[in-house]
């Protein structure tokens, strides 16, 4: 049965109909399934997805120009700045057709990522490499099935092979993640919707209260939309978070175990452990929750076990506003 489910995925996907997979646009409002829907975010049903016009694009600081098609070619990701990393790995920029879309395309060539992706700069190669073996052994799924980037990386991480995966993980564990991701306290936001798996401010939207949750957001959607890796996003999260999940992630309280001692001093990773410092804040959530919950259960998960068990939604929030917030 399933096995005829990825047959289809495949069949789809080969004939370039990826985008209508991730692109996913509900007719009738979806029912979340977990307890962090900022985190695991799904489209606002009836929103009209953008026509590309066909006319060629420019972003800043680029002399490059190109054309969008919609769907989007997920096997043809715009490179807006080669010259500020190395050459990409056919892998890395064109991916393998069907089923191994281009990593560059979500994941962005300099891998900076995006909130309904992960950063992937900088990370150790042999974490990568045991990433994509959980992927391949169905040992790392989404707490939120309905949600579109995560399924994506789902058929990614079955079908990409054990070579393909090495030159990927030599590619992105060469870079160093920068600076990317804004975080503000505060109470309040500007009204949102969700559009791409991604929280976009609403047209005509007045400010609406923050609550506890973390809202990421890019600094320029435009941009955004046109996949320019040197455009960033914001994270507004609640007032006095980031205080709070610093006590956290020290041990304070003995609700976990000192995040440091695995993830290093300064949280930007510790051998083949992975950096938390700077990544996006919805990521660190979902990772959390699916590791709480049994659905991120690799090979190395159970060391998470005992930082997890005790976690409510509410500590995510505090951990992942902290997070978000170091140095890379
Ligand atoms: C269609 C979009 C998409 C493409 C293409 C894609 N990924 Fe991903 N990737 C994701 C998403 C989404 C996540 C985060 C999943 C989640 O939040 O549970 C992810 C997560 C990952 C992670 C886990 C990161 C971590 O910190 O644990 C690795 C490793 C990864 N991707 C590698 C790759 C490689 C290698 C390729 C290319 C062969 C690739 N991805 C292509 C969407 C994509
Ligand atoms: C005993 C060692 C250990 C401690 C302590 C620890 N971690 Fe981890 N952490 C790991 C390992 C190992 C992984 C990789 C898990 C896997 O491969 O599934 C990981 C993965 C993660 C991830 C997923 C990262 C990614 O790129 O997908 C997050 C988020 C995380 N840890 C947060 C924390 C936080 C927050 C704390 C402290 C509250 C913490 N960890 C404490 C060992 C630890």
């Given at each position: ?12 996907v ?8 991730y ?17 695991f ?57 069907p ?16 909130p309904?992706?992960?950063?992937l700069?900088?990370l ?52 160093t ?12 936001v ?6 791409g ?42 007032v006095?978070?980031?205080?709070r ?29 992975p ?11 979902r ?28 500590n ?13």
């Amino acid at each position: 049965m399933t096995s005829n489910i990825n047959r289809l995925v495949l069949m789809l996907v080969s004939f370039g109909c990826a985008s209508l997979l991730y692109g996913q646009v509900p007719a009738a409002p979806l029912i979340a399934q977990t307890p962090l829907p900022w985190a695991f975010a799904l489209n606002t049903p009836g929103l009209n997805i953008p026509i590309d016009d066909g006319q060629p694009k420019h972003v800043p600081n680029s002399t490059l120009a190109f054309v969008f098609t919609t769907p989007r070619n997920l096997y043809n990701p715009p490179d807006w700045h080669p010259a500020d990393h190395p050459a990409m790995p056919p892998i890395v920029a064109s991916g393998r057709n069907p089923g191994v879309f281009a990593c560059a395309y979500c994941h962005l060539p300099n891998a900076q990522g995006r909130p309904e992706n992960a950063s992937l700069a900088g990370l150790p190669a042999d974490y990568i490499m045991q990433q994509m073996r959980d992927y391949r052994a169905g040992l790392r799924k989404s707490s939120e099935p309905q949600m579109g980037p995560p399924a994506n990386m789902l058929i990614v991480g079955m079908t990409a092979t054990e070579a393909e995966a090495a030159e990927a993980a030599t590619y992105f564990s060469s870079l160093t993640l920068q600076p990317w991701i804004r975080v503000i306290e505060t109470d309040t936001v500007p009204e949102t919707v969700i559009s791409g798996s991604m929280f976009i401010e609403k047209e005509g939207g007045s400010m609406e209260a923050l609550g506890n949750r973390i809202v990421e957001m890019p600094e320029d959607l435009e941009l955004t939309e046109l996949r320019d890796s040197h455009s960033g996003f914001i994270a507004y999260v609640p007032v006095g978070s980031i205080e709070r999940g610093k006590a956290l992630a020290a041990g304070t309280g003995d609700l976990t175990p000192p995040c440091a001692f695995c993830h290093g001093d300064t949280l930007q990773g510790l051998g083949p452990i992975p950096a938390l410092a700077g990544r996006s804040p919805s990521y660190i959530a979902r990772q959390l929750w699916d590791l709480k919950m049994g659905n991120r259960k690799g090979l190395w998960s159970p060391l998470m076990a005992a930082v997890v068990a005790n976690l409510t939604p509410d500590n995510i929030v505090d951990i992942a506003a902290y997070t978000a917030s170091l140095e890379p």
